[in-house]
């Protein structure tokens, strides 16, 4: 059975949202309970992305910020971009207004910030899961959508990094490029001026998350069409609605400018690659390609096996030239031979690979169309396969709560790694 388009998938569409933010929501809170009192300011990648927003309560300087990294200059730099703090700055002033009425501390680390910051990933990912499932909806069956979304959400570690750690950027940056595909379908499908400004918004947004995120921007760009067909598609987009073009550069800009200052006062160049201040760099002639992939190591396969069925299914369609495969095969491909060059391949003490977590908005689509022919397939293949699909989404949410940092290093093996998998597997 297909859910048709119209109201009543769109109920259903928010019906889910909600219930999975308040799930994802619930067991986060649960989960980091005995956290919340040190959570925002443990040593880390959370508390880099983070310590913007109590700089602004005062609780910290500018030019003094307590995560950062000493430059030559004696200046101090923060590693991390802006872009995350912006999406958690409403719940951030939520969670100080609630601390200003009630009596307790506001400078930015109390458990209530915390709780903010839980809820505030939660949001996130259940926001980008619904608007996944429109975006699919316009080029899948509903059903089909649906199942992608939450298979995206819970059997990939985009559940990790939204339940048991909500202060890194995967979920907000999962919920900004979901934004970016479903606006750009809404662009190809009926095209508007305020549709547009919400796009160039949100692709200045997603980069100012994480400046890689600058190769995901070939899908608004080049989706739909041949090259050339494409761009000159886009160049009528900015003939007809120019006014949408300079309002929605204007506010990318101003989205830009504290992180664009900030760079300027700290080491005095406007755009800054922050990890070459660190000493940090790519080896882009012995790239780690297989060890990304299938490494112990955090390799992304070997912790979200989901996507290495969904890669398969990506290729099948870039070998029949389905639209828009190549496209994010191409996309996909760059970030993974980035990422492979990168001198800390494994990301660190991360679960899976973390550097392909949001790229899930993009492998949707590829997802979604699998979905799809499996939902026409013969009763006992789909059934068969949708018991597999079940099975991945429960050993990746107890492998999720398993986990224990730091899963790297010379102690963490083959046989630890089977250890740990073999017990989310097993009942009990």
């Known amino acids: 059975m297909d859910l048709r388009s119209g109201r009543a998938t769109n109920v259903l569409g928010g019906v889910m949202a909600l219930v999975v933010f308040v799930v994802l929501a619930w067991v986060s809170l649960v989960a980091n309970a005995d956290k919340l009192h040190f959570m925002l300011q443990h040593g880390s990648d959370p508390y880099g992305y983070y310590q913007f927003l109590p700089a602004t309560l005062g609780t910290h300087q500018w030019n003094a910020l307590p995560w950062t990294h000493e430059l030559e200059n004696g200046n101090r730099l923060g590693l991390f971009p802006m872009g995350t703090a912006i999406l958690q700055a409403p719940f951030f002033y939520a969670s100080a207004a609630y601390c200003a009425l009630s009596g307790q501390s506001v400078e930015g680390y109390a458990p209530p910030f915390a709780r903010g910051q839980?809820?505030?990933?939660?949001?996130?990912?259940?926001?980008?899961?619904?608007?996944?499932?429109?975006?699919?909806?316009?080029?899948?069956?509903?059903?089909?959508?649906?199942?992608?979304?939450?298979?995206?959400?819970?059997?990939?570690?985009?559940?990790?990094?939204t339940v048991y750690d909500p202060g890194m950027s995967h979920a907000y940056a999962f919920f900004t490029m979901s934004a970016m595909v479903y606006l750009t379908f809404r662009m190809l499908d009926d095209p508007t001026g305020r549709t547009l400004v919400l796009l160039i918004i949100t692709c200045g947004l997603l980069v100012l998350i994480r400046p890689l995120h600058a190769v995901a921007l070939l899908f608004p760009l080049l989706f739909g069409s041949p090259l050339k067909e494409a761009l000159g598609l886009r160049i009528g987009w900015m003939r007809r609605f120019p006014l949408a073009v300079g309002v929605g550069v204007a506010l990318t800009a101003l989205l830009w400018t504290p992180q664009l200052i900030y760079w300027k006062a700290i080491t005095g160049d406007l755009f800054v690659f922050t990890y070459g201040k660190k000493g940090e760099a790519f080896d882009w002639l012995h790239p780690h390609l297989v060890d990304v992939l299938l490494s112990h190591q955090n390799g992304w396969f070997i912790y979200s096996p989901l996507m290495a069925g969904v890669l398969l299914l990506l290729l099948w369609q870039a070998w029949k030239v389905t639209p828009g495969a190549r496209l994010i095969l191409v996309i996909w491909t760059i970030v993974w031979y980035t990422y492979s060059s990168w001198w800390c391949w494994w990301l660190g003490g991360s679960f899976g690979h973390r550097g392909f977590v949001e790229y899930g908005a993009l492998l949707a689509l590829p997802l979604a169309w699998g979905m799809e022919q499996l939902l026409g397939a013969a009763r006992w293949r789909r059934e068969v396969v949708l018991i597999l699909l079940a099975w991945l989404v429960v050993v990746n949410i107890r492998l999720s709560a398993s986990y224990q940092w730091p899963w790297e290093g010379p102690d963490w093996n083959w046989d630890r790694l089977e250890e740990v998998y073999l017990k989310a597997m097993l009942p009990g």
């Open 118 to 161: 839980i809820i505030a990933a939660a949001f996130y990912a259940a926001m980008g899961g619904l608007l996944l499932f429109h975006a699919l909806r316009r080029r899948y069956g509903s059903t089909a959508s649906m199942l992608s979304a939450l298979l995206v959400l819970t059997a990939t570690n985009l559940f990790f990094y």
